[in-house]
């Protein structure tokens, strides 16, 4: 069974570009949520999507926005790319049913902002 | 901002010993779950504790949870030079559907030398 795939691996961006990330989930699998990771902010969750629907948002400015397929693929867009938005882009998915419900990590999207 | 805090930040110890991560949190949970993460590279999953659970076993990994105390910790016992890494502790919040809606602590950098 293949795991949570992300792509691309790494990228370079400008100042005030905008970016697209992409991410397949474990097959089976409905929900689908997006972290970020910083040496100085650490781990935090962006949002969550289900069944092609929001469900959970974390507290990201506007320019962090996302969306769901129905075959639950899930894409994260950032938009006027600051520098403080290089980061490790993780994805995650789970059967996001109930608490009991492990959830999964990609290797990740390495974004630099230049 | 971060659920949890892990302890110690930083651990070294020499391949064969024992090493214990301590993980608290500051509300309520769903669940608790334990995460290894390589230099660079995404997050693997290691074990997932409900909060009706006092303690779960994988191979070499134990996870206590002490809902009272608000703590949890991770053994990793005969360790060996594979299991350096970054471990984070993550745990579950929400309800109705804020179960795949993860805050992390600031994580526990491991060291085993040969």
């Known amino acids: 069974k293949a795991g949570v795939t992300q792509t691309p691996r790494y990228l370079i961006k400008t100042r005030g570009q905008q970016v697209t990330l992409s991410c397949s989930p474990i097959?089976?699998?409905?929900?689908v949520s997006w972290y970020q990771q910083t040496p100085g902010q650490g781990l935090q969750f962006l949002f969550e999507?289900?069944?092609?629907?929001?469900?959970n948002k974390g507290n990201f400015p506007g320019r962090f926005s996302g969306r769901q397929f129905s075959n639950s693929r899930s894409e994260m867009n950032v938009s006027t790319l600051e520098l403080g938005d290089s980061a490790l882009y993780l994805c995650?998915?789970?059967?996001?049913?109930?608490?009991?419900?492990?959830?999964?990590f990609g290797e990740g999207s390495w974004l630099t902002v230049v | 901002s971060q659920q949890g805090e892990e302890d110690p930040q930083a651990l070294s110890i020499q391949e064969g010993e024992n090493a214990t991560m301590n993980c608290s949190y500051k509300t309520s949970i769903n669940n608790l779950q334990w995460y290894r993460q390589n230099s660079g590279r995404g997050l693997v999953h290691l074990i997932l504790i409900r909060s009706n659970e006092r303690e779960k076993h994988s191979g070499r990994l134990r996870v206590t949870l002490d809902t009272s105390k608000k703590s949890s910790s991770l053994l990793i016992t005969a360790s060996r030079a594979a299991d350096t890494a970054s471990y984070f502790c993550?745990?579950?919040?929400?309800?109705?559907?804020?179960?795949?809606?993860?805050?992390f602590g600031a994580g526990t950098r491991l060291a085993v030398h040969p």
């Open positions: 097959s089976g699998h409905r929900s």
């Open positions: 995650a998915s789970s059967l996001g049913r109930d608490s009991g419900n492990t959830i999964y």
């Open positions: 999507y289900f069944s092609e629907t929001q469900r």
């Open positions: 993550a745990t579950a919040v929400g309800s109705s559907g804020g179960y795949n809606k993860l805050i």
